[in-house]
């Protein structure tokens, strides 16, 4: 918790790497979200249809490296695809912002740069919009293409 009220979620970042025959061994950082034996395991969240959502598919062996201070930790096991309330959970620990990115930047496909330009747009009106009775943001739903993983 020290690290991440200095570093912020960066502290909860873990590199995640994955493959499959047609694709071949690919590595990427993701925001870790919980841990231990009451999550399963280390759970994260991603589009299941991004690249390692596929890989992890067709190949559910997995290995994530954490740091912890000046170590790093290296945790290999399989990886299951999260329950709802899992994958809900997952996404109620990101931040405002990095819950609005996922949902209008769409993680993980390919867009125009006229998507882009108006997903951007969408983006900064929300990030403006405030509930006029409490004064907190609109709480943005779960996009559909967003899952827990729990590497177990």
Partial sequence: RTAEE?????ARGMVVATSCPDS?????????GAWGPSAGGLVFGSNPHSLKGQ????DARCEAVLRWGQRQVR????????SGEESEAMFRRLSPGQQMGLTFLQQGRHISETEH??????FATM????????????????PESY??????
């Fill in 6 to 10: 200095s570093e912020g979620f960066l």
């Fill in 24 to 32: 071949g061994a690919t590595a990427r950082t993701v925001v870790l």
């Fill in 55 to 58: 890989q992890l598919a067709v």
């Fill in 75 to 82: 945790v290999r096991g399989s990886v299951r695809m999260g």
């Fill in 117 to 122: 330009n108006v997903a951007l747009e969408k």
């Fill in 127 to 142: 990030s403006t919009v405030s509930d006029k009775e409490n004064g907190h943001l609109v709480q943005v739903s779960r």
């Fill in 147 to 152: 899952s827990a993983f729990v590497l177990e």
